[in-house]
């Protein structure tokens, strides 16, 4: 029992000290760190990590962010909820993967529920 807890801080130290300085996070990043804070957690599993984390990574966390998301972030996140959350396990959050697997749903939804911005740009009824 004492050697798990001790094999767990060393990999918290391991993990805090490849991601102490990064200024810009990315989606990879963000997800390695998530999942495996997560999945240290007693009673986790790599599922449960897994949504979680891909929650946390493709949904802006500032409110201001929220509230002027499209439906791109909700689209991509049920796509990567469905598509995404098989590819880590418990000893490795396959981060490179997962963000593959989120980069292609972002392209599918893109595509599918394009923003805002450019519905308005194209409008062929305003002259």
């Not at 004492?2 to 490849?18: D, H, K, N, P, Y």
């Not at 493709?58 to 509230?67: F, G, K, R, T, Y």
């Not at 292609?104 to 002259?127: G, I």
């Amino acid at each position: 029992m004492e050697r798990g807890s001790i094999r767990a801080l060393v990999m918290v130290g391991l993990v805090m000290g490849m991601l102490v300085g990064q200024s810009t996070a990315s989606f990879k990043d963000c997800y390695t760190k998530c999942f495996i804070f997560c999945i240290i957690t007693p009673n986790n599993t790599a599922f449960s990590c897994s949504l979680e984390c891909l929650k946390d990574c493709v949904i802006p966390s500032h409110p201001l962010d929220i509230e002027t998301a499209d439906t791109t972030y909700f689209c991509k996140l049920g796509c990567a909820s469905s598509l995404c959350t098989n590819l880590s396990t418990k000893k490795n959050p396959a981060g490179e993967k997962v963000e593959s697997c989120v980069n292609s749903c972002s392209n599918k939804c893109t595509e599918y529920h394009p923003s805002p911005s450019k519905t308005q740009q194209f409008n062929p009824a305003k002259p």
